[in-house]
């Protein structure tokens, strides 16, 4: 027994000694007084116990007992508080933290002095019943951890003192991956980790028992909140929000809690987890419903850059924004708008605003007659320019230049009828008669093409 390796060892080693004596002497001469004390009418419960305390079976109640007035039969202590049982016995509050009932010397808080009915001579019947008397760390708790519903409090708690914080065996880090080797394996295969699987488990696991399945201290996303504040300020105070991020456990249909092969421990490649819900129409409202991005992009010829390499992050924020569609930037939601460069924040955080600047230009845009610039001519307008929308797609098209084959204008998916050449293009949309550019050749409006006429909404 380790902890009878006392300071007082030479005594420790007479104690020994005379209980080898005693028991010899037992055999020779009458019993002398100190042996007495245990007798079948005397004190006898202390050795019937299944645990008796060393010196008790020895008989060596003078170790801790002196006799006061022995007429009266009065006894007091050899030593008092912890110094008793420290004078054979190891300071048990030798490491930096140490419980508080020890740190006072209560030694005899938890322990009977003589004999118990458990190991470790505990007054209650167990360890985790000792434990139980001032903490109650299971109670009301629906999912017990293993090893605490067993009562295995001595597994992760030292009794007594620790080097490290809340008594634990081991330091944090590696306590729960001590028994936890298969989810341990599972993180360390992930390119991926979440800082706080790096060892702080306790961020989101009770490692006594939950409410929770999983011993988890909440559900997501408050969960997550506890340390994620700024996602958590996104997803409930944007203009915009992704319903399924504050859904009862809606961060965890993307994101992983322990590690991932994708970046932002996402569950899956960006476009493949979106399309878990994406592929189907998704209802907005009562009266809108978002049309099935599969669809949408389905046997397109040409994607969109950033759809292409699969990410939906260059233009969307998963998690809530103030623009429309969870835009990341700043783009016009109608079909007119006034020209601002602020308003296509999001093209041009990729594309060059110079595009649309100058009204004349001979390599800033292929969308020019001439040094006609059309995209100046088209979206540059103190009041109702055109917005990108008019003309592009945004995900996918069919057409070279992502140009769209008709857009939405009120209640008529009107018909651009755009083709392109070699040197420009042309266009037979309802916003105008059909047009030609020609960058090489400049085509002359004022003659050859009638000029806008009608109602057309240009
Ligand atoms: C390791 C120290 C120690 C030893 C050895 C020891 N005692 Fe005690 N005993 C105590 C302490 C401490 C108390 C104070 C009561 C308490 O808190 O349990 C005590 C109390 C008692 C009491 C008072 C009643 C009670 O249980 O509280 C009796 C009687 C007693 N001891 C008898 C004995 C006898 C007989 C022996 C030898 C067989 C013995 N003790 C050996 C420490 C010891
Ligand atoms: C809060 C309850 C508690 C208090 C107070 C306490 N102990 Fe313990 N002690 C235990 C438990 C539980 C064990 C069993 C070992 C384990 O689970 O780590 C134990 C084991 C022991 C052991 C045997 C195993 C070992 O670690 O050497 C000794 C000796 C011991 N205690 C002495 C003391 C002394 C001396 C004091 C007072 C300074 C004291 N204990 C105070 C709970 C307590
Ligand atoms: C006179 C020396 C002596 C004193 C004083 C003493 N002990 Fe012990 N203690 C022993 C010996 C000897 C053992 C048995 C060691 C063994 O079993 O290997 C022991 C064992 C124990 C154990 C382990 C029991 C088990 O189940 O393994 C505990 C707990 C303990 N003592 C607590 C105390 C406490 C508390 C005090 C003070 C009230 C105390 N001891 C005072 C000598 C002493
Ligand atoms: C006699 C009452 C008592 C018993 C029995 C008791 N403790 Fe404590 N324990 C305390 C007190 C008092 C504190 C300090 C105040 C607090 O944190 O609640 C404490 C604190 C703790 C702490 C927190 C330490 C820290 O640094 O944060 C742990 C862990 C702990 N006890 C575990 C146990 C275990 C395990 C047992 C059973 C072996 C046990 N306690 C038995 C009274 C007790
Ligand atoms: C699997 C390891 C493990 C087991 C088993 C375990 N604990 Fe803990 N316990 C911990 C960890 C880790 C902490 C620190 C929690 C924190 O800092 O939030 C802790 C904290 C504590 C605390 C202080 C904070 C609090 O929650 O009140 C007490 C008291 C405590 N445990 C008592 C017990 C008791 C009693 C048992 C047995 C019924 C037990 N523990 C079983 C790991 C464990
Ligand atoms: C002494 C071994 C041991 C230690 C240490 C330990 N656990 Fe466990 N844990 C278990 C056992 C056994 C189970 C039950 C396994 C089962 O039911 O499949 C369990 C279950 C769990 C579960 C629930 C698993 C499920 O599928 O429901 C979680 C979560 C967990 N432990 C987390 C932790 C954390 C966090 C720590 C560190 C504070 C920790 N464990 C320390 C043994 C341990
Ligand atoms: C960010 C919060 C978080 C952290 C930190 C965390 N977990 Fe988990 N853990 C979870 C969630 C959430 C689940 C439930 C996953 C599910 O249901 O799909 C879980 C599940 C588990 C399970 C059950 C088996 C499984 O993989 O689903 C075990 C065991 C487990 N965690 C152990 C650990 C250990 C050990 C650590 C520290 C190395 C740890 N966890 C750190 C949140 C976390
Ligand atoms: C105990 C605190 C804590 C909790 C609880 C927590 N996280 Fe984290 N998380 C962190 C820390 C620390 C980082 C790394 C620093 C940072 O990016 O803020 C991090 C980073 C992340 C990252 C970015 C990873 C990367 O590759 O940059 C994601 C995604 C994440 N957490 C999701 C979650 C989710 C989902 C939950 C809830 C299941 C959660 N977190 C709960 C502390 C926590
Ligand atoms: C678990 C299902 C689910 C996943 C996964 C999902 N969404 Fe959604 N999303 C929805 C639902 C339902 C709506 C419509 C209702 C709402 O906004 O809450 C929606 C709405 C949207 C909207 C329109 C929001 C608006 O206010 O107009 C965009 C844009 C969007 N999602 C993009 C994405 C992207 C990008 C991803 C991948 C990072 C993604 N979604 C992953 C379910 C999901
Ligand atoms: C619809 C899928 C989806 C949901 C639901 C979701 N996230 Fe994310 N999350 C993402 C994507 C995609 C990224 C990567 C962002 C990027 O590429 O810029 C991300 C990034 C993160 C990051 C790291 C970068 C940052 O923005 O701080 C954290 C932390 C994070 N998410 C936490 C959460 C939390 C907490 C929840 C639940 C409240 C949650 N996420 C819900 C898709 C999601
Ligand atoms: C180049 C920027 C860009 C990229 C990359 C992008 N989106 Fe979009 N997305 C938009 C714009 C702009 C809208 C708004 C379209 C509108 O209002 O007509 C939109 C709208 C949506 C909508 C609402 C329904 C709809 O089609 O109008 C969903 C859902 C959506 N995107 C999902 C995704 C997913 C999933 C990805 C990744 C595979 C992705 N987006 C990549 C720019 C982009
Ligand atoms: C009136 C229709 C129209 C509008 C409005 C329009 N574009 Fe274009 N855009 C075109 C045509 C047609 C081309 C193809 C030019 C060519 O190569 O022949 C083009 C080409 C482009 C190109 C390829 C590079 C270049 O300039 O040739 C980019 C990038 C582009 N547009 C971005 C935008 C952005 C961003 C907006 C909104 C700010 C926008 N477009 C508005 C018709 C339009
Ligand atoms: C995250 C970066 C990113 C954003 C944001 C973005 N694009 Fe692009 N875009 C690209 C890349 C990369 C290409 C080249 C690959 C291709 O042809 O799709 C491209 C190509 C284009 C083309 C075809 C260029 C050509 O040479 O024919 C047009 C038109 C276009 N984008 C319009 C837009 C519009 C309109 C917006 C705003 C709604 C926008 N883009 C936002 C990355 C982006």
Redesign the pocket.
């Known amino acids: 027994?380790?902890?009878v390796i006392s300071r007082h060892g030479i005594e420790l080693g007479l104690v020994v000694m005379l209980c080898v004596s005693t028991m010899t002497l037992a055999v020779e001469k009458p019993v002398t007084p100190q042996t007495t004390c245990v007798t079948e009418e005397c004190h006898a419960s202390y050795k019937t116990q299944a645990v008796v305390h060393g010196p008790v079976s020895l008989g060596e109640c003078k170790s801790c007992h002196d006799s006061d007035n022995p007429a009266e039969h009065t006894y007091k202590m050899t030593r008092e508080g912890?110094d008793l049982?420290?004078y054979c016995?190891l300071d048990?509050?030798a490491e930096q933290n140490v419980?508080e009932?020890?740190a006072k010397?209560?030694?005899l808080?938890?322990?009977d002095p003589h004999s118990s009915a458990s190991k470790?001579l505990?007054r209650k019947d167990s360890?985790a019943l000792?434990c139980a008397e001032c903490h109650k760390v299971t109670e009301g708790k629906k999912h017990l951890h293993g090893p605490t519903a067993m009562g295995e409090c001595?597994i992760c708690h030292?009794?007594?003192s620790s080097e490290n914080a809340s008594l634990l065996t081991m330091k944090p880090t590696d306590l729960c991956v001590a028994c936890h080797v298969v989810t341990q394996e599972e993180i360390a295969k992930f390119e991926f980790v979440h800082e706080p699987a790096k060892g702080d488990c306790i961020g989101c696991h009770d490692p006594h028992g939950a409410e929770t399945t999983k011993m988890l201290k909440g559900d997501a996303p408050d969960l997550c909140y506890a340390c994620h504040e700024a996602v958590q300020t996104i997803a409930e105070n944007s203009k915009h929000q992704h319903g399924v991020v504050r859904e009862a456990g809606g961060c965890l249909k993307c994101h992983t809690p322990h590690a991932s092969t994708v970046r932002y421990l996402m569950k899956d490649n960006p476009e493949t987890l979106c399309l878990n819900c994406h592929a189907e129409p998704q209802a907005i409202s009562a009266d809108e419903v978002l049309p099935s991005f599969t669809s949408e992009i389905k046997d397109k010829k040409f994607l969109h850059g950033p759809v292409q390499d699969k990410t939906c992050s260059g233009c969307h924020v998963a998690h809530g924004s103030d623009n429309h569609r969870l835009l990341q930037k700043a783009y016009p939601e109608l079909f007119y708008a006034p020209y601002n460069p602020e308003n296509y924040a999001l093209c041009f955080s990729c594309h060059s605003e110079s595009i649309v600047q100058d009204a004349k230009t001979i390599d800033l845009t292929g969308f020019r007659n001439g040094d006609m610039n059309l995209h100046y001519l088209h979206v540059n307008k103190a009041e109702r320019g055109r917005t990108c929308r008019a003309c592009h797609e945004t995900h996918g098209s069919n057409l070279p230049s992502h140009l769209r084959e008709a857009v939405p204008y009120g209640m008529w998916n009107m018909p651009l009828g755009f083709t392109k050449n070699e040197d420009g293009g042309s266009c037979s949309s309802g916003c105008h008669m059909p047009k030609e550019y020609n960058r090489i050749a400049p085509v002359d409006y004022t003659s050859s093409q009638a000029a806008p006429s009608g109602n057309a909404p240009i």
């Open positions: 027994m380790s902890g912890r049982c420290e016995h048990p509050a419980h009932p020890v010397g209560d030694c808080q938890c322990h470790f505990m360890v000792q001595s030292a009794a007594h």
